[in-house]
């Protein structure tokens, strides 16, 4: 038996596009088959461009284009905290260090560029007690910095590992330089990291 409802709401059905419409749809499908090309092309053509440097993009975990990469050393998750560091280190900043690590064993040059005030510093610290404790790489590690903070990286490398053997290579007097000169190239294995500018690094007299 049927029921009869004459308020009830009829389903209707969808409109039929109009001319115009179809047109502008089908500018619409061209113009999206376009850049689908396009990007296509692109893709190729940075494969292209990147496949001759893959050996140095494993390095840094990118995907493999076949050129294989098998000898890449990856990160070593079972690295810890060196005993010699005075303070605990954060998850991320072991993180860091595994990374530097693993960048050190490739051969890979590497930017830490964690923001301001993640202990940076300290990372790195980390990493050169690191090589000297577990790789049994002494340096001397050299560490180039602004004038401003060397004072402080002096500081900092005796507060996080006092068992590092340190030297700032830098000084006002020439003599006082001079004689820190000779010191390092007479007994550079008396030092586990020398400090100094940009400025004193690149002078010929140095």
Not at 61 to 88: H, K, L, N, W, Y
Not at 144 to 173: N, T, Y
Request: aromatic share 6%; charged share 25%.
């Amino acid at each position: 038996r049927k029921v009869f409802m004459p308020n009830a709401p009829r389903e209707r059905a969808a409109p039929r596009p109009t001319r115009e419409q179809s047109g502008e749809e089908m500018a619409r499908l061209q113009r999206n088959e376009a850049l689908r090309q396009s990007k296509a092309r692109a893709e190729l053509h940075c494969a292209a461009f990147l496949q001759p440097h893959q050996h140095v993009l494993n390095k840094f975990g990118a995907p493999s284009m076949g050129t294989g990469g098998s000898d890449v050393q990856p990160i070593d998750e079972s690295i810890g905290q060196p005993r010699e560091i005075t303070i605990e280190m954060r998850d991320y900043q072991l993180h860091g260090l595994r990374w530097l690590d693993c960048m050190h064993a490739n051969g890979t040059n590497a930017i830490l560029a964690d923001e301001m005030g993640l202990g940076k510093t300290l990372q790195t610290i980390a990493f050169l007690a690191h090589l000297k404790y577990s790789r049994g790489e002494g340096g001397p590690h050299l560490v180039i910095a602004p004038l401003s903070v060397l004072s402080s990286w002096m500081s900092e490398l005796k507060r996080f590992c006092p068992s590092l053997r340190g030297v700032k290579l830098h000084s006002a007097d020439s003599v006082e330089r001079k004689r820190l000169v000779t010191a390092l190239a007479v007994s550079p294995g008396d030092f586990d990291v020398v400090v100094t500018t940009f400025e004193m690094a690149k002078s010929p007299q140095i």
